[in-house]
T-cell receptor
Framework: DGGITQSPKYLFRKEGQNVTLSCEQN?????MYWYRQDPGQGLRLIYY???????QKGDIAEGYSVSREKKESFPLTVTSAQKNPTAFYLC??????????????????FGNGTRLTVT | AQSVTQLGSHVSVSEGALVLLRCNYS??????LFWYVQYPNQGLQLLLK??????LVKGINGFEAEFKKSETSFHLTKPSAHMSDAAEYFC??????????????FGKGTHLIIQP
C-alpha cells in the first residue's frame, strides 16, 4: 500500500544537538510538507516543497532546514537554533503542489508523525 | 487573509448522541474547506472536503458537513456518536487566490470525547 513513512516515531535529543527527521512517500506525489503540532495550537507549516530540488519556507521556518533531492524523500533537520524544538512533527504530501492559479483542493496525506523531545 | 475558528477546544457527547463540531472561516474568495481527523499519536486523515457544487458533503465514517456561505460556516455533524469517534478534529480552509504557493490554514482543533 502507498503511504508516507516517518521515522523514528519517538526521538530524544540533548539541547544543542541537530537532529534529522525522516519522511519518505511512495505515492508519487509532487508536493511534500512539514508541519509542527503543539497542544492547542493546531498545525503550523514549517517548510514545503512542490518539486524536487525546490522548497519554500512556511510560517515558522526559523531554526529548521530541509532538502528535496529525491521526489520521495523530504527530510527535516531541527537545528540548535530552534528555541523550542520539543513537539510533534508531521510530514504530508499532495498530488500536486499549490502554484499560482491552481485550485488548492488536493487533500493532504499525512504520515504518523515523529514526537521529538529535547532536554 | 483567510482564517479558521473552531468553537470549543473540547466537545463531549454521549454515545449515540448527535455530534456537532463547529467551524467558521473567513476568506476573501470562495474557499475550499476540509475536515481532518487525528487519532492519538497518528497523522491526520481526510474526512471530507467541499470544493464546489453541492453544499452538503458526505464523508467517511458517517460524518457530513454543510457549507453555508451566508454564515461562513462549515460545521461537521454525525447523527449518532460511536466510541471510535473519539479523536481530534481539524477544520481547514484553502483559499484559491491565484497567487502564492500554499494557502492552507488549519483551525486549532476540537477534541471530541465520547461518554459511554
Amino acid at each position: 500500500d502507498g503511504g508516507i513513512t516517518q521515522s523514528p516515531k519517538y526521538l530524544f535529543r540533548k539541547e544543542g544537538q541537530n537532529v534529522t527527521l525522516s519522511c519518505e512517500q511512495n505515492l508519487n506525489h509532487d508536493a511534500m510538507y512539514w508541519y509542527r503540532q503543539d497542544p492547542g495550537q493546531g498545525l503550523r507549516l514549517i517548510y514545503y516543497s512542490q518539486i524536487v530540488n525546490d522548497f519554500q519556507k512556511g510560517d515558522i521556518a526559523e531554526g529548521y532546514s530541509v532538502s528535496r533531492e529525491k521526489k520521495e524523500s523530504f527530510p527535516l533537520t531541527v537545528t540548535s537554533a530552534q528555541k523550542n524544538p520539543t513537539a510533534f512533527y508531521l510530514c504530508a504530501s499532495s498530488i500536486e503542489g499549490r502554484t499560482a492559479g491552481s485550485s488548492y483542493n488536493s487533500p493532504l496525506h499525512f504520515g504518523n508523525g515523529t514526537r521529538l523531545t529535547v532536554t | 487573509a483567510q482564517s479558521v475558528t473552531q468553537l470549543g477546544s473540547h466537545v463531549s457527547v454521549s454515545e449515540g448522541a448527535l455530534v456537532l463540531l463547529r467551524c467558521n472561516y473567513s476568506s476573501s474568495v470562495p474557499p475550499y474547506l476540509f475536515w481532518y481527523v487525528q487519532y492519538p499519536n497518528q497523522g491526520l486523515q481526510l474526512l471530507l472536503k467541499y470544493t464546489t457544487g453541492a453544499t452538503l458533503v458526505k464523508g467517511i465514517n458517517g460524518f457530513e458537513a454543510e457549507f453555508k456561505k451566508s454564515e461562513t460556516s462549515f460545521h461537521l455533524t454525525k447523527p449518532s456518536a460511536h466510541m471510535s469517534d473519539a479523536a481530534e478534529y481539524f477544520c481547514a480552509v484553502s483559499e484559491w487566490t491565484g497567487g502564492g504557493a500554499d494557502g492552507l490554514t488549519f483551525g486549532k482543533g476540537t477534541h471530541l470525547i465520547i461518554q459511554p
